[in-house]
C-alpha cells in the first residue's frame, strides 16, 4: 500500500523553527520526485518546496525561499522540510506529496503564534 506519513507539526512562536518529516512506504522513494505543500484557512492550496529523486535539484516559493530548507534520505524513505524564521502566515496544514500518481499525505498542522 503506498502512503505517505508526515508528522512535526505544532505551535511555535514568530521567529521559531520546525522540522516537518514525512515518511513513505509501499514505493520505491529513491525514483521519485516528491514535494511539500500547505493549506490555510480560506487560501489556496500552494506549493511550498519540490525535491528531484536523488535530492539534487530542489525549487522553492518565493513565500518560502532563503528560510525553509526540502531534503531527502533515500536510504530510509524520508523528507523534510527545515522550516526557520517562522511568521504567522506560515500557518497552514502541511502535506508531503508524490509528484507522480498525485499521492498525498494527511497533513501535519503548524501554527506560528505568540
Known amino acids: 500500500q503506498v502512503q505517505l506519513v508526515e508528522s512535526g507539526g505544532g505551535l511555535v512562536q514568530p521567529g521559531g523553527s520546525l522540522t516537518l518529516s514525512c515518511v513513505a512506504s509501499g514505493f520505491n522513494f529513491g525514483d521519485y520526485a516528491m514535494t511539500w505543500h500547505r493549506k490555510a484557512p480560506g487560501k489556496e492550496r500552494e506549493m511550498v518546496a519540490s525535491i528531484g529523486s536523488v535530492g539534487w535539484d530542489t525549487v522553492y516559493a518565493d513565500s518560502v525561499k532563503g528560510r525553509f530548507t526540502i531534503s531527502r534520505d533515500n536510504d530510509n524513505n524520508m523528507m523534510y522540510l527545515q522550516m526557520n524564521n517562522l511568521k504567522p502566515e506560515d500557518t497552514a496544514v502541511y502535506y508531503c506529496?508524490?509528484?507522480?500518481?498525485?499521492?498525498w499525505g494527511q497533513g501535519t498542522q503548524v501554527t506560528v503564534s505568540s
Open positions: 506529496r508524490r509528484i507522480r500518481g498525485d499521492i
